[in-house]
C-alpha cells in the first residue's frame, strides 16, 4: 500500500528521469552531430588546401614515357601517394605492374604500398567517394627525399608513366592519382589522365 | 530549510540549457562556414596570384651569328629560376637553380649543345632549341642580302630602306611612298649631304643646299633619320621644303582621324620553304601639339602584304611611349603565322608591303607628324633591288 501522495512522487521522478534521459540524449546528438561536421569541414579545408597548393603539367611525353612535372606553391612536408587506375575506376593499374609510375628524380626506390581500398577515396564532381573496388589497392608513396629536395625548395619534381606497361593492361586510358592521408585514410588532391596513342 | 521551486522554474531552466546547447551548435557551425570560407579565399588568392605570376614569365631566344650560340634571356617582368633542361629523351637537374633577373640572359649553358627544353620553378616549360633554329635560319637568309652583320642586321632603317637600298640605285620597281585619307604622297629623307625623294611614279636625289637649316629630321634625336612624308611638287623643289604638318595633307578641320599608310613596292621576296611565321617590326614616331598624353592618340596598325590581287593582313601589337615634350614613339609587330593558317604566299614571290597606321586622337590633341624610322622583317627576304 503506497502512502498518499508516494504515487505521484514516483510518476514525477519517473517523468523529470524521463526528460533528464531524452534531453541529455538529444543534446549529446546534437554536440555529436555538430561535432562530426566541424570534422568533416576541417578535412574539407585542408584537402581543398592541398587542392589548390598542387600544380601539375605535361613536361615530356614520347611514344613510352609521360612525365609530369609536380610542384607544391607552398612548401610543406605533407606526403604524397599515387595511385593509377582505368579511367572507369575499376582496375588497379599497379596490381600487376608496379613499376608503371616512375619518380626519376627520386635517389631513394619509391615504396609501394597495400592500403584497403575503403580507405582511400577519390574526387567526382567536387565530393569524395570511396573507391568502387573490393580488398586492396597499391598506392606508391613519394620518397621523403623528393620531398626534402623539390617540395621543400619549390622545386617541380618528375612522376612518370610506362605508357607500355598500361597498353599490356589493355586498358586505353588512365587515372594517375595524387593522393594524401588524412589519419589512416587517403583522399585525392589532384589528378592526371594519361591516353595511349 | 527547504527551498521550493516556483511553477514554472523548471521550465526556464530547461529552456535555457536547450538553448545553450542550439546556440552552440550553431556558434560552431557558424565559426566553421566563417573559417572554411576565409581559408577558401586564401587558397583561392594564393593560387591565383600564383597563376598571375606563371603566366608572367616571358623567356626570349636569340641567336648570335658571331659566336654561333643560342642566348636565352628574360624578358618578362618578374624573376624566373630554371630547374632543369631537356635534351632529347634525357633530362638535367640543376642542382643549384639558375637565377634569371629581368632582362638579362643566361650565361653559357653548361653542358656542350643547347637544350630542347627548359623547365622553371613555376612549372613553365619553354622551348629553346627550335626556337633558336628558326632565327639561326632566319639570320642567315637575311644576312645573304643585308648589309651589315649580327642580329641587327635584321633590322631595315629608314636610311637603309631610302638611301642603300632603293633612292640612289634609282631602281624603278622599288620605290616608296605614302597614302593619307586614300590620297597619295611622296616621301622625303635626308641622308647627311642630299635629301631624297620617292613618290609613286618617280624618285630622285636631290641637293640640300637650299635646304631650310630649322628643318627636323630626327624627330626623337636618336641619330637615325626617319622618312617624311611630303607633297610632290615640294619634293621636286628644295626651297620648297618645309616642316610639313599632317593636317596639310587633308585632315578634318585641326583634329587628323584617319589613315596614313607608308607603301613599300615590290619589298618582300618569300622564300623557298620559308620560315613558319613572317615577323614586321616597326617603329613611328609622331608629333602632337595640344599637351596631350601618348595615351590620347590611339593607334591601330595593319601590316598588308600583297601581291597582284592577292592581298593578306594582320594586325600589329603596338606600345607606345611619349617624352612629354609632344613626341611619341609607337613601336609594333605583326605575325604572319605562314604555316599555322597555311597562308597562301607563293614561294619566290615579290610582296608589296603597307603599314596602314589608323589614327583616332583626343579633342585637345593636333596630330601634326607621322614619320617611319625603321622596318625589320624575320621569316623572309627584303627582296634585293640590284637584281
Sequence with gaps: ?197 | MCIYLRKGQAEVVGGIIAISVLLFSIATLYFLMTSTQSSLSTEFARRASFESEKNAEKIAVSYDLNTDSCIVSNAGAISITIVRAWQGNEYFNFNEPLPLPPGQALPPWPFSETPDIIVTARGNIFTVKAECEKIKNAVTNMQQIIIGSGIASTLVTSETLLNNMRISKGMQQGYLYARVLQKDYAVLYYNGSKYLCSSPSDKKVYSSAKLPQDFTWDLDANNINEIIISTYSTCLDSAKVSTLEINEYGGYGSKFTGSVMFMFKNLVLIPQGGADTITVYFKVVLNIEGGGMPQDVVVSPTIVLSCGSQSLSSPATVTTSGSGSGTIVITGFAIFPVKAFSLPLQPDSIYNLTLDLKFVVGPSIDLKKVRLEYLAIVGAYINDPWK
Design chain 1, 1 to 197: 500500500m503506497l502512502w498518499r501522495g508516494q504515487a505521484d512522487l514516483i510518476t514525477v521522478m519517473i517523468l523529470v528521469g524521463a526528460v533528464l534521459v531524452v534531453g541529455i540524449a538529444l543534446s549529446a546528438l546534437a554536440i555529436s552531430h555538430v561535432s562530426s561536421i566541424a570534422s568533416r569541414g576541417q578535412i574539407q579545408q585542408l584537402l581543398v588546401s592541398e587542392q589548390a597548393n598542387l600544380v601539375l603539367y605535361k613536361e615530356f611525353e614520347n611514344s613510352t614515357t609521360l612525365c609530369i612535372g609536380t610542384l607544391k606553391i607552398t612548401p610543406s612536408t605533407t606526403r604524397y601517394a599515387l595511385a593509377l587506375f582505368s579511367t572507369d575506376m575499376k582496375r588497379d593499374l599497379l596490381v600487376q605492374n608496379q613499376g608503371a609510375v616512375i619518380i626519376p628524380v627520386a635517389t631513394a626506390l619509391p615504396i609501394v604500398k597495400r592500403v584497403s581500398a575503403s580507405s582511400v577515396y577519390y574526387v567526382y564532381r567536387g565530393e569524395y567517394y570511396p573507391l568502387p573496388v573490393r580488398g586492396f589497392v597499391n598506392v606508391v608513396e613519394i620518397p621523403m627525399d623528393v620531398i626534402q629536395s623539390y617540395v621543400m625548395q619549390q622545386k617541380p619534381f618528375l612522376v612518370c608513366i610506362n605508357k607500355s606497361i598500361i597498353s599490356s593492361a589493355e586498358v586505353s586510358s588512365a587515372k594517375l592519382m595524387y593522393l594524401v592521408y588524412v589519419d589512416s585514410e587517403l583522399y585525392e588532391v589532384g589528378e592526371w589522365y594519361v591516353y595511349l596513342s
